[in-house]
């Protein structure tokens, strides 16, 4: 698939009136009037807005990243934001956003980690949900759901916990082989 690039040259063409069909990567904030559709990879050195919606592609976002009809990703996008998010709804995502998300609708069935505060105007339903600092919500789950199928963390800084896991599986690691060479050396 190509690339566009979009530098210095052609900063004044910051918008792109329907959807976007291959792959971009812009040095400025940029606006897509359309969608994102499945596949495709945008890297945005400022603000990127979207009109539409977002399917399963892979976002690398410099600044706040603003997507008017929300996520749509089927469990296969991976979207990084270094500022903020603001969206309608998410679902089947997998985000990571730097400072605070707002999201107006609800979140489904995604992996959402945030390094400030969460938003969300309707329900976090299914899939995992991990902020640094507060979560506000109307509702955490759905009505005949397992405990376990929605996972909430406010105070968490998501960073440290997957250090801290891999640490803890390394250890783990270790104390195995050291049973297994007392094991050897004491036969």
Do not use: W
């Given at each position: ?16 009136e329907?959807?976007?069909?291959k792959?971009?990567?812009?040095d400025?904030s ?5 969608n994102?559709?499945?596949?495709l ?15 399963s ?5 410099h600044g706040?990243?603003i997507v008017d ?12 934001v270094?500022?903020n ?11 990571e956003v ?5 999201v107006?609708g ?10 400030n505060?969460?938003s969300?105007g309707?329900?976090i339903?299914?899939?995992?949900l991990a ?11 759905k009505?005949?759901?397992t ?8 105070g968490?800084n998501?960073?440290?916990k ?6 803890d ?5 270790i104390?195995?082989k ?10």
């Amino acid at each position: 698939m190509s690339t566009t690039v979009i530098g210095q040259e052609e900063a004044k063409k910051e918008c792109i009136e329907g959807d976007l069909n291959k792959n971009l990567d812009c040095d400025s904030s940029f606006t897509i009037k359309g969608n994102i559709p499945d596949g495709l990879k945008v890297v945005c050195r400022g603000t990127l807005t979207v009109g539409g919606t977002v399917g399963s592609s892979e976002i690398i976002c410099h600044g706040d990243l603003i997507v008017d009809k929300g996520f749509f990703a089927a469990g296969k996008s991976n979207v990084i934001v270094k500022g903020n998010l603001k969206t309608e709804s998410i679902s089947g995502a997998q985000i990571e956003v730097e400072k605070n998300i707002t999201v107006k609708g609800n979140i489904i069935n995604s992996i959402v980690k945030c390094r400030n505060n969460v938003s969300v105007g309707g329900a976090i339903e299914g899939g995992e949900l991990a902020s640094a600092s507060a979560v506000i919500t109307r509702r955490i789950g759905k009505d005949g759901q397992t405990p376990d199928f929605t996972k909430v963390e406010a105070g968490t800084n998501f960073r440290l916990k997957v250090m801290y896991d891999e640490m803890d599986q390394e250890i783990s690691e270790i104390s195995g082989k050291a049973d297994k060479i007392r094991t050897a050396v004491q036969t």
